[in-house]
């Protein structure tokens, strides 16, 4: 590591200011400094989008002449100026927001999709959280995110000539990457310690700065470390899990000991996933000393102000580890806090209230569910899945009253615009469109066919440009094949409906729907007068084989002759290649095995560009698609109805041959005297005007703030160290007497349409206000689910402890209404903070 590189000397003293601008992210979203860096030097701008490499690989001679340049000077006061200017701008935060976030939000998350500068991600979780950090950014919400600096981050993707996937790690230089060195008050590095078995690991970190908001990354890699734990955040995503624990202590332990360190002390945590669990355990000890209390109060008191986002779609998805490796790791830690390992897991297996514990692994997301005051999915029918994932462990509640929510997701609208699209929401909604709440719908209507079309069309022709010159550099060295210009793609043609499928290769997201019936893709493809391409890319995990072999089927396909150069894949995909494809493509495909999908936000890219997604009905889809705006396979669909079956593959591939050959490719080329495809733009305005907005991360990050962290502000500051004791004292009393309630009799009479139910129960000695009765029914041919109360008529006289409950209901055959009793607790949220309940039967 160089001084220099953290040492602001070396630049000319006019030039200064470039630092800030280089370790400021917003140059990734922002491009008004573009010109400086391909200024400096052009060949590491466009090779890389660094602009810290940029200013670091630029020669002294070179800065001397900038900084004498008066057409470079004026240029850099200009960015200068307008970057004081957007740090100190007001926002919707300081602004509109209804309400206070004290000091903020914090956001943990094991992997952040930024830029492909700065690669420490794999794929759509990273990217979310990406887009969430710059959607906070613009809104001002103040939000400090806490990460982990790999030193190889996810695998680069080269494919061999016979379509074999092979990974190449490169080293993550740090001071390469757009970081600087987290400092103190004192200008001192700032060092965190973690206890790990007889060794302490010495943590340095990082800041990234993103925009107004700041991402603290922490890496092991300290000389003083040993050798084994100076390689802990060496990759992402290791399939060992002693290392995967080891990193998630790091992320956990060390991100709150960070965020400590630097006196942040955060109103909310959001979890992003719960590999970043421990963090709330850490956080609930660092309660406990402040006010000299047991673990069970912290727990009470922190909780409520924790967020738990779940992305997961299948229980097997969870991170767990063993007892064992438990034992091993985290005894030294938990020791100092007088926690053991067996309450540790207890927490992490089944739900708290629950005595069988004993479990012999500690599932993370269980272990965040217990600790958080809200959980969340990531869309509509995620959130129906999550119920069923997690309803085993809220013992005899029915999926329907677990209490995960949702906030659908959403993507960073201004880092996936093109400059063609750029200028015409510009023309239609104004320069600031994206930083305030989005305008539900903009006038795109003001913008004539014409101009969409070209839009359209230059965005088409750059991302052809753009495949050329990828795969002039990929297949052409590999595969020098009889028709050379196939093979380097010149066959892609700027006129042609390209359609784009990219992501993740594995089973679920079934990248080979479309090879399922190659004579009729074959068909389209040659089509003379209406033809079809194609442009793909994607990963497989290095473990998948699976996946691995999706890849092989495609690039077999790829080489047949008749295929060449109409169908391409496009190696390494990351963010990069990413925004490309979003920008140029006309048809988004995506067709996971519903409900696998949980949210899905690549689709989203497409929109604010004007193309259009054909994809299943999944995910974010299921809530945004109607005729108007695209194409769903299967519309309608439930997570009842398919389950998780296999057997829908050859429907499902049927299906989006249909919609293609009936409906989408005929659609594109139905052209009027204008050469105008009518339909097809006003399925494009439709698309951008009644999507973009509410796809966006801007209004994500809203409805987080709106409906989680405020309300969950409000509610942490009700739970006092004294209320917090009141509430373990009393969920300990219900514990102890929970055992011997009991329903008595039950009786129903019947008028006119409707029906009285009574019910005595036996309270053993619980106080009544503490508990609460409701009837319930479930959904039938006699009508939807319903839920209802049962007030307490009066004490039964004879008997110590009974009261009779009563209420009166729509008749429904004997049998539909069954009673129940759970706990009351304003303060609580229920039944996540306290699952206890007693059915009648
Ligand atoms: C958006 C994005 C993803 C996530 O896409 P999905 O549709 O959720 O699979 C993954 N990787 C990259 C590089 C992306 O840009």
Redesign the pocket.
């Known amino acids: 590591m160089t001084l220099a590189a953290y040492t602001p000397r070396f630049l000319p003293e006019p030039l200064i200011g470039l630092f800030q601008l280089a370790l400021d992210l917003r140059w990734t979203w922002h491009h008004g400094s573009d010109e400086l860096w391909r200024a400096l030097d052009e060949e590491t701008w466009e090779t890389t989008h660094n602009a810290w490499l940029v200013l670091n690989s630029v020669s002294g001679e070179r800065l001397e002449d900038l900084a004498e340049d008066p057409q470079f000077q004026q240029r850099y006061r200009e960015q200068i100026a307008a970057h004081n200017e957007f740090r100190d701008a007001s926002t919707w935060y300081s602004d509109d927001c209804p309400g206070d976030l004290g000091r903020g939000i914090a956001y943990f998350c094991m992997e952040y999709?930024i830029s492909e500068s700065l690669p420490l991600y794999s794929?759509?979780l990273g990217?979310l959280a990406g887009d969430y950090l710059k959607a906070a950014s613009d809104l001002g919400i103040p939000v400090t995110a806490v990460g982990l600096l790999y030193q190889q981050g996810y695998f680069r993707q080269a494919i061999s000539t016979d379509g074999e996937q092979l990974e190449f790690y490169p080293y993550n230089d740090p001071t390469m990457l757009p970081v600087s060195p987290l400092r103190d008050e004192d200008g001192q590095w700032v060092r965190v310690v973690v206890p790990f078995p007889g060794r302490h690991v010495r943590l340095r970190a990082w800041k990234a700065q993103v925009g107004r908001c700041a991402l603290l990354l922490l890496d092991s890699n300290d000389p003083r470390n040993e050798p084994g734990d100076r390689g802990i955040t060496s990759e992402l995503y290791t399939g060992d899990p002693e290392k995967r624990l080891q990193q998630e202590m790091v992320l956990g332990i060390g991100g709150w000991r960070l965020l400590e360190q630097m006196d942040i002390q955060p109103a909310v945590c959001h979890l992003n996933e719960g590999h970043c669990a421990l963090a709330l355990i850490e956080r609930a000890f660092s309660w406990q000393q402040e006010h000299m209390a047991d673990f069970h109060t912290a727990r009470v008191a922190t909780r409520a102000t924790n967020l738990f986002t779940t992305h997961t779609s299948v229980a097997s998805g969870f991170d767990h580890f063993s007892r064992d490796l438990l034992g091993i790791y985290l005894a030294p830690w938990l020791e100092l806090h007088e926690l053991t390992i067996e309450q540790l897991i207890k927490l992490g297996s089944v739900s708290v209230s629950d005595s069988d514990a004993g479990a012999p692994h500690l599932n993370m997301a269980l272990l965040a569910l217990n600790m958080c005051g809200r959980i969340n999915g990531v869309s509509r029918i995620h959130q129906k899945v999550s119920q069923t994932i997690f309803q085993p462990f809220f013992n005899r509640w029915p999926a329907e009253d677990i209490p995960a929510e949702f906030v659908t997701n959403g993507v960073h609208t201004p880092s996936w615009d093109s400059p063609e699209s750029d200028a015409v929401w510009t023309r239609a909604c104004g320069q600031d469109r994206w930083r305030r709440p989005l305008q539900m719908s903009c006038p795109m209507t003001h913008i004539p066919d014409e101009e969409l079309w070209e839009m359209r069309r230059l965005q088409r022709n750059r991302l052809v440009n753009y495949l050329r010159r990828r795969l002039a550099s990929q297949h052409c060295e590999q595969n020098p094949a009889n028709n050379h210009a196939a093979s380097c793609g010149l066959l892609l043609d700027n006129e042609t409906l390209t359609l784009g499928f990219a992501?993740?290769f594995t089973e679920y997201?079934r990248p080979d729907l479309l090879l399922k019936d190659q004579e009729r893709l074959l068909g389209l493809l040659a089509s003379r007068d209406r033809p079809l391409q194609i442009v793909l890319a994607g990963k497989a995990h290095p473990y998948d084989q699976r996946g691995k072999d999706l890849i092989r089927q495609w690039k077999a396909f790829c080489r047949r002759p008749d295929v060449e150069g109409k169908v391409v894949f496009i190696e390494d995909?990351?963010?990069g290649v990413?925004s490309q494809l979003i920008q140029g493509v006309d048809v988004w495909l995506?067709c996971p095995r519903h409900p696998w999908e949980a949210?899905?936000?690549?689709?989203m890219?497409v929109l604010v560009n004007g193309g259009l997604n054909l994809s299943q009905y999944d995910g974010w889809w299921a809530e945004a698609w109607n005729d108007a705006v695209g194409w769903a396979i299967r519309p309608g669909a439930t997570f009842e109805e398919l389950g998780r079956s296999r057997e829908h593959d050859l429907y499902d591939a049927r299906e989006l041959f249909d919609l293609l050959e009936n409906d989408v490719i005929p659609s594109f080329y139905d052209v009027d005297e204008q050469g105008l495809p009518r339909t097809w733009l006003q399925r494009i305005r439709a698309s951008m005007d009644s999507l973009t907005a509410s796809y966006s991360a801007n209004r994500m990050v809203r409805e987080y703030v709106e409906r989680f962290y405020l309300p969950m502000v409000e509610r942490g500051k009700q739970r006092s160290a004294g209320t917090a004791a009141e509430i373990v004292a009393e969920h300990a009393e219900i514990a102890r007497y929970w055992p011997k309630l009991r329903f008595s009799t039950f009786n129903v009479t019947e008028s006119q349409g409707t029906q009285t139910y009574t019910v005595e129960i036996y309270l053993d000695g619980i106080d009544e206000t503490r508990i609460t009765v409701e009837l319930v029914a479930e959904a039938s041919e006699y009508g939807p689910r319903i839920v209802t109360e049962m007030p307490e008529r009066r004490p039964l006289a004879g008997s110590a402890h009974s009261y009779l409950y009563e209420c009166t209901v729509p008749s429904r055959p004997e049998g539909h209404y069954t009673p129940r009793l759970r706990v009351r607790d304003e303060r609580l949220n229920l039944p996540l903070e306290n699952p206890a309940v007693l059915w009648l039967r």
């Open positions: 999709g794929g759509g990217v992501r993740r997201k995909y990351d963010l990413a995506n949210c899905g936000t690549s689709g890219k």
